[in-house]
């Protein structure tokens, strides 16, 4: 079965499974699709041909879990609103118990998937330097008592957790994703060099904002350009660190990103990585704008 047939026949049944979890009719959805599909989205974080995409990537092994549909829009709904367990509980209708044992088998499941890929930063691209773009992005999490200094994040003030995201220039890919490292003690570019950097090809550079300072590595902003070529580089670097804050956005839709992780510090990096893929799965749909043409070459 081809997977445009696939998509036909499990378009219908998704909508069918998620009509009670968000109170409508499923034949709402023919009857007014935008109001169904604009509440679908609230709900679970992504559109609901995204959510069909996603299924097909996932379907085999959530069913070899034993898992559900159901299951699957459970985790979903939990990594977009993170709300408590009691409350999402008594929302979806089980145990506080069933409910926790089932998003974390689903966040596991989505661990399984492999849709980014490091070599895809040249599709469309050629260029070795700079072949991609870096940056990181903190995700709070409970304070630790006594204080511990190692976690603290000057981002926003709290105990937190970095991370380190790449983006392909030339298309909507995330390329890279690493860490779950205390903010307080790994900088963006002693991460950079433990996580990314080593998979560098010879001559390899990435495009990065000042924290990354290592010219042998990365291009950075000039902070007082006095050549046209500088000025060039700068305009190049507004333009793709602008692309990577709505990148960084559309990860923090999920607002267990954006709120205090209430789980163990240990389990972060797996809600991380699953926010990942569902989001290269997201932008398949919903790209991020292309900046190829507004680039200066030299």
Not at 64 to 86: I, S
Not at 139 to 162: M, T, W
Request: overall charge positive.
């Amino acid at each position: 079965m081809s997977e445009t047939e696939q998509w036909t026949i499990q378009l219908p049944l998704m909508v069918n499974r998620a009509a009670p979890l968000i109170n409508l009719s499923s034949l709402l959805f023919q009857r007014n699709r935008r109001v169904w599909c604009a509440t679908f989205k609230s709900v679970f974080g992504l559109s609901i041909e995204s959510a069909v995409d996603l299924w097909i990537l996932v379907a085999h092994d959530v069913l070899k879990a034993k898992l559900t549909k159901v299951h699957f829009l459970w985790c979903l709904n939990w990594l977009k609103e993170y709300n408590t367990d009691w409350s999402s509980a008594s929302r979806f209708k089980t145990s506080p118990s069933n409910w926790r044992n089932k998003i974390w088998q689903m966040v596991r499941v989505f661990n399984k998937m492999d849709v980014i890929d490091w070599e895809s930063r040249f599709d469309n691209w050629r260029n070795l330097r700079p072949s991609c773009y870096v940056d990181g992005t903190d995700c709070p999490i409970n304070e630790v008592q006594p204080f511990d200094p190692s976690l603290f994040s000057h981002k926003f003030k709290h105990a937190g957790l970095c991370y380190q995201v790449a983006v392909a220039i030339a298309t909507s890919k995330i390329v890279f994703v690493a860490g779950g490292v205390p903010c307080g003690q790994w900088s963006d570019l002693k991460m950079a060099q433990h996580s990314i950097v080593p998979h560098l090809k010879p001559g390899e550079k990435l495009a990065a904002d000042g924290g990354y300072v290592d010219s042998s590595v990365f291009y950075n902003k000039v902070h007082r350009p006095l050549t046209q070529a500088e000025r060039i580089q700068n305009h190049n670097l507004n333009l793709m660190a602008s692309r990577h804050e709505i990148l960084n956005g559309r990860l923090k839709d999920f607002h267990i990103l954006r709120r205090v992780f209430r789980g163990s510090m240990a389990d972060h990096h797996l809600i991380f990585k699953a926010v990942a893929q569902i989001t290269q799965v997201k932008l398949r749909r919903e790209p991020l704008h292309c900046i190829l043409n507004h680039l200066i070459y030299q």
